[in-house]
């Protein structure tokens, strides 16, 4: 597209052009040679300008709602001979337009990095979209624009919460008496071997195993899991009548799962009446957690209310379920008393 | 990576913008001194305004306030005033733009004003170039252009820098001009600055093709701004010239028109460059009479082609002369002419009688046009002259009897209306009665007054240079009396005037019709542009006198050095280049180059566009041709040779030359291939369809498909080679094996993969 100054290069080409036409006058037909001329050199500057750029988008690590997060991209002028100038970037993630300049040459050869803060609103699917690459160079006469087709969906994780622990509740109580610990779990008889997960202690790394299976396997012994908990989250949408509650749940049971597994406390996970999933290691608690980001309300069964989870049904461990608290709150329950509100 | 070579800073972008936009304004607003437009004013206080306020940038922000708001208006008023006062538009539009101009240069700038000053400038070198149509024009308008595109670069920079916001850098006032340049030289790229000056190259290459290509027709229109400016001569070549006059155009070195000439061959030995024919004698010099003006019949519309006066010369010669502006509106011709072609359509005046034409004003630019048919003899023909100057009335009036073609001759006694005054080839009135009887004297000491004018005019022409020799340098004795007649008496030297005047009151004193004619004498063959060059020092006059026998004016060039009448018998004419005197040096270069300008740029048109596509075209055709016949004339040896009876030399040649090819096409496999592979994975490095990746690809599919199909995947070789093909098609450069080696080794592993094949195939 051509700028203002591309505007008035193509109208005083025109202008010339007629008077060229007009008169028949060599000088003016030199002078439009001139113009047009310039014209395609500009195209022509500008085409090399961007022809050996390559780029490559970094979404950043994990991205939570409400928190920014640094998208950056590698920029690379694999040109021999030719800098490279006066390029900008758009990119939009969801509503939000964001430009970046590349203020300095890049040189033949050399790379460089732009970034951008981001800051999700909400949690779920994100759509973050390099959506144009375009200069002004080498002369301003025309705005060129490329689609860059880069790009991808980032999954924003609930927003963290800060929640109030209820001190009277049995299972703070419990982690305290016991002292710190590393890893629950760590005494009793020895049941089996297992995959070492992010979190285990080095001390119960079986290394004669893990030399064998060339793969770091840890012992598991008896009294594992048994000061841990069962998180428990419902999506009945007759429990989450309000959707900024239902959101606040969701953060909430995200950041009790994160908080519980960082105290190696965090057992199984279930969202409505499925089967409890173990939580052994990052990767288990990343897969309910992108669940949460992506969970909505559902209906109501047709048929009689669910009943509540009994502690027996997650294998004798403490149930921890959400439930509204007033008309705003939410309050993560142990056997029917708040353990954590938010 | 870091960039090693330091970058200019905003700061130094807006000093670098400063001082290209002063440099341009400065520069295009000197081109108007080319121009003869009065602009003095403005033109002086750019000159020294512009390089102060551009070398000190920080007055220009000293500036009052008040003074910018009110700078605007006060332009368009003086302006307004000066449209109004002067009622001439375009020097009001070229000083309003150095105006402008100016206050653009001196005040503080962002990119919007960069772009103002752009404009402003390519008005004022465009308008000049279309004035001058001179050869400086490309000079000008390729620097402006490579000026205008750096600033615009600096401007695009400007811009990227400030986030594309147009923001002025503060403190960029303080400039240091020799730490800015080095700064520029340090952040310039060698390699870089070589490529911009290629690109530059082409667009120049891009512009000529364009400049011939670009379709031509043409949409004729009165109103254009070379017709907006009037001009007065700077020469001498009037209807009334004082004595002197011409001896001070040939002063001047200049070129006053240049000739192509079809056929060089058929250049008169004498050239003499007719412009204006005078007839009456004033004491001081000689002018066109009332009636010799009458002669010329009104001007035409404007036209590309006129016709000629009358019959016109056989001769198929084409002259095309390139005729320098500020030197008369008289066009130089050697006679009679056929007919005459203009670049642009002009109105033109003719005297048929007198075989002279003038354009309706003098024009501002140069002037083209081309002579067919033109005569160079030096003996004009004139029957109703001679017709009416056989009558007696002639003789007792012969200042009534003259003819007019065109318009019709008024005659003395066809109407009984006052006689108009007619042109005065006799006349002698001017002269004093004592002047007169010194010249009769003349006359009879010169002897031959019964014989024709020509040789009247040898007889005369030789007493003449007997008593004068020649000088540029010349006076006249003091005294009382006719200046001319002085000089006759004297043995003082003179000059082209005072011989041909001269020759003028002896030969009418004699009675013998004779006129006085003004314009160029000869010229020199340049030979850088294979044409003459007629300068202004080639200034003549000369005479024409009446032979009655004949009914021609003959021309008499009594000035020493000279033919004083045409030879007789026509010359056997060669090459004038070989005849005429060599313009050698560089100021033939330039006028050679000049004359190119003129020939191949400014007279291009729809004619010699078409000329130049029928020119290729066939130029294209004929290579086409020849290479035709090339491969015809090829293709039947080979067949001939190949029906010839087979021999054991022959079978020879033929398995020579088959096991060349072979082998050429393996060695080109084996190491062109590969070769030709690595040169263009350098080249097309950064993308993603690289030669080196797809011919991985190639060898792995390869691969994969014959040992499938041979059950032989688990193979060592193969899996090692595998992985080495894997890192080609997805690795990064730097991990790579080097590639021909490993495409090297993939077709060893095929190779040993062939016995199983035939295993397979033998089981089978």
């Known amino acids: 597209m051509p700028t203002i100054t591309g505007m008035l290069l193509i109208a005083v080409s025109i202008g010339i052009g007629t008077a060229a036409y007009n008169t028949a006058n060599n000088i ?56 490279t100038y006066g390029l900008w970037f758009d990119l939009a993630a969801g509503a939000d337009e964001q ?244 | 990576m870091a960039n090693p070579r330091p970058q200019l800073s905003p700061i130094e972008l807006q000093q670098l913008r400063w001082f290209l936009g002063g440099l341009i304004g400065l520069v295009s607003a000197w081109s108007v001194f080319y121009m003869e437009v009065d602009a003095i004013l403005a033109l002086g206080g750019i000159t020294l305004t512009v390089p102060f ?27 307004a005033l000066d449209l109004w006062g002067n009622r001439e538009p375009l020097p009001a539009m070229i000083r309003l733009d ?151 155009i040939a002063q001047d070195s200049g070129m006053a028109f240049a000739v192509d000439v079809s056929d060089p061959t058929a250049v008169p030995a004498s050239l003499y460059w007719r412009m204006l024919v005078l007839d009456e004698y004033s004491g001081q010099g000689f002018r066109a009479s009332a009636g010799l003006l009458r002669s010329f019949a009104p001007a035409s519309d404007k036209a590309v082609a006129h016709a000629g006066p009358g019959r016109a010369s056989p001769d198929r010669t084409i002259w095309t002369i390139y005729y320098q502006p500020g030197v008369s509106r008289y066009l130089p011709l050697l006679g009679g002419f056929g007919r005459l072609y203009f670049g642009e359509p002009q109105a033109l005046a003719q005297s048929p009688a007198l075989r002279i034409a003038a354009l309706s004003s003098e024009p501002a630019k140069m002037v083209g046009y081309r002579v067919e048919g033109m005569d160079g003899n030096g003996a004009l023909r004139d029957p109703l002259f001679a017709r009416d100057h056989r009558l007696p009335a002639w003789r007792s009036a012969p200042s009534r009897m003259f003819s007019n073609e065109e318009t019709g001759p008024a005659r003395s006694g066809e109407t009984g209306e006052e006689p108009e005054k007619q042109p005065s080839f006799l006349d002698l009135t001017g002269v004093a009665a004592g002047d007169l009887a010194k ?57 082209c005037e005072l011989f041909a005047g001269g020759m003028v009151l002896l030969a009418r004193a004699a009675g013998h019709p004779v006129r006085l004619v003004t314009g160029f004498k000869g010229g020199v063959w340049n030979p850088t542009s294979a044409s003459i060059t007629v300068r202004n020092s080639d200034a003549h006059a000369w005479c024409e006198i009446w032979d009655e026998e004949k009914g021609v004016w003959v021309r008499v060039d009594a000035t020493p050095g000279s033919l004083l009448t045409p030879p007789e018998v026509p010359e056997v004419l060669t090459h004038a280049g070989s005849r005429m005197v060599q313009d050698a040096g560089w100021s033939a270069r330039l006028d050679g180059l000049r004359v190119f300008w003129y020939r191949r740029i400014v007279n291009f048109d729809q004619t010699a566009q078409l000329e130049l596509v029928r020119g290729t075209k066939d130029h294209l055709l004929a290579l086409v041709r020849e290479l035709r016949e090339h491969v015809e004339t090829g293709g039947r040896k080979l067949v001939a040779w190949f029906d010839q009876p087979w021999d054991f030399p022959r079978l020879l040649v033929a398995a020579a030359s088959g096991g060349l090819l072979v082998a050429g096409l393996g060695l080109w496999h084996r190491y062109g291939r590969s070769r030709w592979l690595a040169w263009r994975s350098l080249r097309l490095a950064s993308q993603r369809q690289e030669p080196v990746r797809r011919e991985a690809s190639h060898w792995l599919l390869k691969l994969q498909n014959r040992s ?27 991990s790579w094996a080097p590639p021909l080696e490993v495409f090297a080794e993939a077709r060893r592993q095929l190779r040993l993969l062939r016995p199983l094949k035939r295993r397979k195939a033998n089981r089978r």
């Open chain 1, 28 to 83: 003016l037909f030199i002078t439009l040679s001139l113009l047009l001329s310039c014209l395609i050199l500009s195209g022509v500057l500008s085409w090399l300008n961007l022809r050996a750029v390559t780029w490559r988008l970094h979404y950043g690590g994990l991205w939570r709602a409400g928190q920014s997060q640094v998208i950056a991209l590698e920029l690379r002028n694999n040109n021999a001979l030719l800098p």
């Open chain 2, 439 to 495: 010249l009769r004297v003349w006359v009879s000491e010169i002897g031959g007054t019964g014989a024709g004018g020509p040789d009247f005019a040898r007889r005369a022409g030789a007493w003449l240079q007997a008593r004068h020799p020649y000088s540029l340098d010349s006076t006249t004795p003091p005294g009382e009396g006719d200046v001319l007649v002085r000089w006759l008496g004297s043995r003082q030297p003179g000059h």
């Open chain 2, 98 to 248: 150095l105006m402008l101009l100016g206050y653009r240069c001196c005040s503080p700038r962002g990119p919007r004003e960069d772009l103002q000053i752009i404009l402003l400038a390519l008005f004022l070198v465009v308008v000049t170039g279309v004035f001058t149509v001179s050869p400086a024009f490309v000079v000008q308008i390729l620097f402006f252009t490579g000026a205008a595109l750096g600033l615009l670069f600096a401007v695009t920079l400007s811009t990227s820098r400030a986030g594309g916001l147009a923001a002025h850098a503060t403190g960029w006032e303080r400039v240091r001009w020799p730490e800015l340049f080095r700064r520029l030289r340090a952040a310039a790229d060698l390699r870089v600055v070589a490529m911009a000056g290629g690109l530059f190259c082409g667009v120049v290459l891009l512009s000529a093709l364009l400049f011939l290509a670009l379709p031509r027709f043409e949409v004729s229109n009165d109103f254009f701004i070379d017709r907006q400016l009037t001009k007065s001569s700077r020469t001498g070549f009037s209807e009334n010239i004082l004595f002197g006059e011409v001896n001070k």
């Open chain 2, 708 to 734: 499938a199909a041979l059950g032989a995947t688990s193979a060592p070789g193969l899996v090692a080679i595998r992985e080495r093909l894997l890192r080609l098609r997805f690795g990064s450069r730097e």
């Open chain 2, 53 to 79: 306020f551009t070398l000190y940038p920080r007055f220009s922000l000293a500036v009052p306030a008040f003074v910018h708001r009110l700078a605007f208006p006060l332009i368009v008023t003086i302006f």
């Open chain 1, 99 to 342: 430009r970046r300049y590349l203020e300095l040459r890049l040189d033949p050869g050399a790379a460089t990095r732009l970034e951008w803060s981001v800051r999700a609103p909400r949690r779920g699917l994100l759509a973050v979209r390099l959506r144009a690459v375009g200069s002004l160079f080498p002369f301003g006469f025309l705005r060129k624009s490329v689609a860059s087709g880069l790009g991808a969906e980032v999954l924003v994780w609930p927003a963290v919460v800060e929640y109030r622990r209820h001190e009277e509740s049995v299972a703070w109580r419990v982690v305290r008496s016991q002292g710190p610990v590393n890893r629950i779990g760590q005494e009793g008889d020895l049941l089996a071997l297992r995959r070492y997960a992010p979190g285990d202690a080095p001390r119960t790394v079986h290394w004669k195993a893990s030399a064998r299976l060339r793969h770091l396997m840890v012992r598991q012994f008896s009294a594992e899991g048994m000061e841990g908990f069962a998180l428990q989250m419902d999506t009945d949408k007759a429990v989450w009548p309000r959707s900024d509650q239902f959101e606040l749940a969701l953060s909430l049971a995200a950041t009790l799962a994160e908080d519980l597994f960082r105290l190696g406390r965090l057992q199984t996970v279930a969202i409505d009446g499925e089967t409890p999933h173990r939580v052994r290691r990052w990767s288990d608690l990343q897969y309910f957690i992108d669940r949460l980001a992506r969970l909505e309300t559902s209906e109501p069964p047709k048929s009689a209310a669910r009943p509540p989870l009994a502690a027996a049904s997650v294998g004798g461990r403490r149930l921890l379920h959400l439930q509204p608290l007033g008309p705003r709150g939410v309050a993560a329950m142990l056997d029917g008393k708040p353990a954590a509100s938010a």
